[in-house]
């Protein structure tokens, strides 16, 4: 930037306030310029940043922050944000272990009224703080910005029809910018499409209605008729009666690029007495024509070159959601009575290509986990194979329909589970480690993890065409490494393999994390100890006979589970032990894991090879008869 950018002067929302309308102008085009450039290098979410920096500069314009509370959805989008209330100069740590957070943290920044990482619930949360300012006869705005994918969520429309049946003081931002992580779907979608500015009615309604009311003796009956009938008038023309006949009332649609429109009607919207919501029409990407031209590809982006768009560290190897999509259209190829469902992650889970050559047999439903899910035990209540495709801390959503609608009458469905494990640098909100602990407690449920590719797909075969009951196949974000001994072995329920014999130790582990007890092993050979490594395969059921029986041999057992300590299958395996097995377990702590790398987060939780290994040695080695292969 140069020395006299705007940007520069700016370190809290009153340097914003002070601003002209020709500089706020040239503020959005220099914090696009540094988000693109600061983004390239470290990663993060880039096209929806870059499509609310208008917005963002007019709020912190017009509202007083942090005495006015601003919520963001899914929260993805606060980078402008987080520029405008001082942390520009933290940019450069953005997701990285110690640095700066992608989403809002009320630790972070005062400016951060609400924590936010899932979408659909902004609106909630504004209720609650709109009903607590006036338990305490306050007189704050309370502001939620909300885009027409989060929309859809269920939760967003109980929230609207709580707002508009108590008429709690508070506004509602729609950031409709047609996209959410894949294309928005459903009657809501076309709804917000149909929507067009009338600004005659907009206009004048207030003084038509107050020019009618002054008519004597007959101008309240007047006013009730012409009022009858210009709802039915417009309820016919105007499709954003939706948000009115919710209690809400509507103004726009506004260019949401443009600076002085978004300000006077945000003016206006504060000078309302009722629940008000804004629709702003935005372009995701905004500025920047590669994120224009492909939003999906820069939602969420890895370091990139920014003449190219293309990303730096993009290699040929395929992921697991890759891996996902191939072998569901070999097994549609073949099996005729599939269905695939995801919740708005058709391209994030890997079904792009599935789309495209079974259209008839996949179904997307949308930012709705509930519902997709409940919609699957429907298939499969009527004998349709459902696979529903959702990434792990999304699944969490959908608790109780996992558990009532699919567990209680043990449906045939299949639970495809992305991005289990520890996911990185999304952070606390995104981390995939509960869904073992949670389906390992429903009865009926089946859950297993696979270890590389080549299990990946033979699990895959079992759940779909074999198994017959609730199953859930959970897999890390990102590739795997080369296969690993024992993978192709045919899945049987409930049984695990041995992935290298060993004499002295046995190290238990399944999934991903296979890898890290190969790992270990390895190192311990080093040291002259012979460790047996155990593929569980199945967190439920496990594999009773195989623990037992590789405990009896060694007598010393290492557990490595990727999950919280309370919720790992740890516990369950040890009660399953012989008496006096010595054992060592590896889990992660009691507490939300912040955002870093994996790796860094595996190491900083003592979870990585390396100090798994040391561990080891430190407790059951010291002495060891081959003291000098130990020191």
Request: charged share 25%.
């Amino acid at each position: 930037m140069k020395m006299n950018s705007i940007i520069d002067g700016i370190s809290c929302p009153e340097d914003v306030k002070k601003l002209s309308t020709k500089e706020m102008k040239i503020l959005s085009k220099e914090i696009r310029t540094f988000l693109i450039e600061s983004i390239s290098k470290t990663g993060g979410h880039l096209a929806s940043n870059l499509g609310v920096v208008e917005l963002t500069i007019a709020l912190h314009h017009v509202f007083d922050f942090p005495q006015d509370k601003l919520i963001w959805d899914v929260g993805h989008q606060s980078y402008t944000h987080k520029i405008l209330t001082g942390r520009k100069d933290k940019m450069s740590t953005l997701r990285q272990l110690n640095g700066m957070s992608g989403f809002p943290k009320r630790e972070e920044s005062e400016y951060d009224c609400f924590d936010t990482g899932h979408s659909s619930t902004s609106i909630s949360a504004a209720v609650g703080m709109a009903r607590a300012r006036d338990l305490r006869k306050g007189s704050n705005e309370v502001i939620a910005v909300i885009g027409d994918g989060a929309l859809t969520g269920g939760m967003a429309f109980e929230a609207l029809n709580d707002v508009g049946r108590n008429h709690s003081k508070m506004i509602v931002i729609l950031n409709d910018n047609e996209m959410s992580i894949s294309e928005n779907v459903g009657g809501l979608s076309r709804h917000l499409s149909n929507i067009r500015t009338m600004p005659a009615y907009l206009t004048t309604k207030k003084d038509i209605e107050m020019f009618v009311s002054r008519i004597p003796f007959a101008g309240r009956g007047i006013h009730k008729v012409l009022s009858r009938a210009k709802g039915g008038i417009k309820k016919f023309l105007v499709p954003n009666m939706l948000f009115e006949e919710l209690g809400l009332k509507y103004l726009g649609p506004v260019d949401g690029h443009d600076t002085e429109a978004l300000i006077k009607v945000m003016k206006r919207a504060r000078r309302e007495t009722q629940p008000v919501i804004i629709h702003v029409r935005t372009k995701k990407g905004k500025g920047y024509k590669p994120a224009e031209d492909r939003p999906n590809d820069f939602h969420g982006v890895s370091s990139f070159d920014i003449k190219t768009g293309k990303s730096i560290k993009m290699g040929s190897k395929p992921t697991y959601s890759d891996v996902f999509g191939d072998k569901m259209c070999k097994i549609a190829s073949k099996n005729k009575n599939l269905a695939l469902i995801s919740a708005a992650m058709i391209d994030g889970t890997g079904l792009s290509n599935f789309e495209k050559k079974y259209p008839d047999m996949i179904f997307d439903a949308g930012i709705a986990e509930q519902h997709a899910v409940t919609m699957a035990a429907g298939m499969a209540a009527d004998g349709i194979t459902p696979v529903v495709a959702l990434y792990s801390s999304f699944l969490q959503r959908a608790y109780d329909q996992v558990l009532h609608d699919v567990a209680t009458q043990n449906l045939h469905v299949v639970f495809a589970l992305d991005r289990s494990g520890l996911v990185g640098n999304d952070g606390e909100t995104h981390q995939g480690v509960f869904d073992a602990a949670f389906l390992s407690q429903i009865p009926n449920m089946t859950v297993m993890a696979p270890c590389d590719y080549r299990e990946f797909e033979n699990m895959l075969e079992f759940a779909v065409n074999e198994y017959k009951g609730p199953v859930a196949v959970r897999y890390p974000r990102g590739g795997s490494s080369a296969n690993i001994s024992g993978s192709e072995e045919v899945i049987v329920r409930g049984k695990g393999v041995i992935v290298e014999p060993g004499r002295d130790i046995s190290i238990i582990a399944s999934g991903k994390m296979l890898t890290t007890a190969v790992e270990v092993k390895e190192r311990l050979s080093e040291k002259g100890i012979d460790a047996e490594v155990v593929n569980l395969r199945f967190i439920k059921p496990l594999d009773e006979e195989l623990i037992k029986k590789t405990a009896a041999k060694t007598g010393k057992v290492v557990i490595i589970d990727e999950a919280p300590v309370d919720g790992s299958f740890a516990f369950k395996a040890i009660s399953m032990m012989p008496p006096n097995t010595k054992t060592l377990v590896k889990t992660l702590p009691d507490e939300f894991i912040r955002h870093g790398s994996v790796e860094e987060l595996l190491k900083l939780n003592k979870m990585d090879a390396e100090s798994i290994a040391s561990e080891v040695i430190d407790k059951f080695y010291r002495g060891y008869h081959n003291q000098e292969k130990i020191s």
